[in-house]
């Protein structure tokens, strides 16, 4: 038996129907949401991702645009443009698309924006009220669209085991919180592995939901799986493929088309937590705005 498939592409169709009915309510009111990237560097998955996110912005009646930033950015530079943005009425969304080159500081540049206007989630704020269980902090875009992925696929999680693999800051440390909330939607009895776990397929075998968000190509295998078991692929990653005229092609931390096979329901990648991310994103922004209209 093949898995269900859990369309990320339907399912953030209709989030974007959502957030863009809320996006005509602000407009009635004179407000139009506005939401700014700031890239710095010219990598190339990040052009890719930020064109896309700045794109799908605009067809919900977002106006979005990128401020593109050199490699040589120095710190103080990108702070400065930080503080205009947090200071400019018109912007309600902030996102610095990572990975930052390596010579700035992550922690301090996402730190000085606005928590209003931190739509990523990234904000130390932010991270606290998740971790508080404070409804008032914008929740990290990829770990809430795993959320929704799961309430819209009608998974069940009360009580059920999850276990994450790979312990990130974007990803799987917020999710992890997330799953085991006392909340409907979540509690979960959340394992969370990583490349140090000692026998990780025994573990991953005894999860009812799976997520691989540990960043190696085509980790998890159907040994990995208990047959019936959810399947998240988080994954995103560059295989080397002469035979593609990139040289390379895009899979996933789940080997989709052995784990298919047994898993119960699986999200396709590309097209399944993608999507969702940048629904979240855009809803995140949509808050923004009508909380800083309020
Ligand atoms: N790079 C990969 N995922 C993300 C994300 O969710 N937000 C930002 N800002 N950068 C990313």
């Not at 698309?97 to 704020?125: E, I």
């Not at 508080?132 to 309430?151: H, K, V």
């Not at 035979?243 to 789940?254: C, F, H």
């Amino acid at each position: 038996m093949s898995a269900r498939i859990l369309d990320g592409e339907a399912f953030a169709a209709r989030t974007h129907r959502e957030t863009a009915g809320r996006v005509e309510q602000l407009k009635s009111r004179g407000i139009t949401p506005g939401l700014v990237f700031i890239r710095v560097g010219e990598d190339p998955a990040s052009r890719a991702y930020v064109s896309r996110k700045e794109k799908r912005a605009q067809e919900v009646g977002i106006a979005s645009r990128t401020l593109v930033l050199p490699e040589t950015t120095p710190l103080a530079a990108l702070l400065k443009e930080i503080d205009a943005l947090n200071a400019d009425p018109k912007v309600h969304g902030i996102l610095i698309q990572a990975p930052l080159p390596s010579t700035l500081p992550n922690d301090v540049v996402y730190a000085r924006v606005s928590p209003a206007k931190d739509v990523d989630g990234f904000h130390p704020l932010n991270f606290g009220k998740l971790l508080l269980g404070d409804p008032s902090g914008f929740l990290p875009c990829t770990p809430a669209g795993i959320l929704e992925i799961l309430r819209l696929g009608e998974i069940p999680t009360a009580g059920q085991h999850a276990v994450i693999v790979g312990r990130g800051q974007i990803v799987g440390r917020p999710l992890a919180l997330l799953l085991a909330r006392k909340a409907p939607g979540a509690d979960c009895t959340v394992t969370l592995a990583h490349s140090r776990t000692v026998n990780l397929p025994s573990l991953t075998r005894q999860a009812d939901i799976l997520i691989g968000a540990l960043g190696r190509p085509l980790f998890l295998k159907k040994d990995h799986v208990k047959p019936g078991a959810t399947v998240i692929d988080v994954g995103v990653n560059r295989l080397t493929d002469p035979a593609n005229p990139r040289g390379y092609r895009l899979v996933g931390d789940v080997d989709f088309d052995s784990v298919k096979s047994v898993a119960g329901s699986i999200t396709p990648n590309p097209g399944g937590v993608g999507p969702m991310t940048i629904a979240l994103l855009l809803s995140n922004t949509v808050r923004a705005a009508e909380d800083l209209s309020r």
